[in-house]
């Protein structure tokens, strides 16, 4: 099951680059008179969005962690039970399949914005 | 998140653990001991619910019970564990029931996949709804 890195870039890293498309995201909607700096609501808005993205991603990584210790397991025999492995594989692909449709859309919401003609 | 599937997987422990019992059974089925040791004892899995005050946690095995130690006397006075008056110690465990529990463990196990599979399925459609 290769659910290991979405697309073969560490979770992590997404996550970050998540968190700082979603502030320069909260940037981009005030506009350039108005900063994130200087409007705490939508510096706020961001973060809180960023978190959520950022605490799924960590919960994707840990389901995905698991999954890929019973691969191991499995592989070298240690696995007890057959269906252990396929249950976590399933969850860090249902979870994984929620992530990045949240994203898909979290970036066509951003890519809509960006679209809006001034 | 995603609650069901480890409530199956629960399920489908305890099926597994009867299996992995029962198949012991049928494997010592022809167990001979000496009338001075006990004879064989077929194992039963113990199931018990795991309850967190609301639709449940699964189940869980709660221990093996041990079944008769006694079994039965069977005349067979070749047997080189055979006593004095040729009597040996076979496990008192009933072929006919050990398959239709079987059975049952099967059915059990393969009723949690199809469970676990809709559950599946369920999550994917309404994952579906975002797409689009």
Partial sequence: MAVSGVGGVNLNQL????????????DGTGGAARTAAGDPTAAARGADFGN??????SNLENLDRTAQGKAIQAATGDLTDVHDYVIAATQAQVATELTTTVRNKALEAFNEIMRMPL | MFDSLSVNGTGMHVHQTWMNALSDNISNVNTVRATS????????VV?????DGGTGDGVRV???ELGDADG?????????????KGYVRLPDIDMGEQMTDLIMAQRGYQANLS??????????????????
């Fill in chain 2, 72 to 84: 039965r006397l069977v005349y067979s006075p070749d047997h080189p564990l055979a006593d004095a």
């Fill in chain 2, 47 to 51: 199931a018990q619910s795991l309850e």
């Fill in chain 1, 52 to 57: 959520v993205v950022r605490d799924g991603l």
């Fill in chain 1, 15 to 26: 996550a970050q680059m998540y968190r700082q498309q979603v502030v320069s995201g909260a």
């Fill in chain 2, 62 to 64: 709660a221990g093996i």
């Fill in chain 2, 115 to 132: 469970s676990l599979d809709r559950v599946r399925a369920s999550y994917q459609a309404a994952i579906q709804m975002g797409r689009g």
């Fill in chain 2, 37 to 44: 040791e006990t004879a064989f004892q077929a194992r039963y």
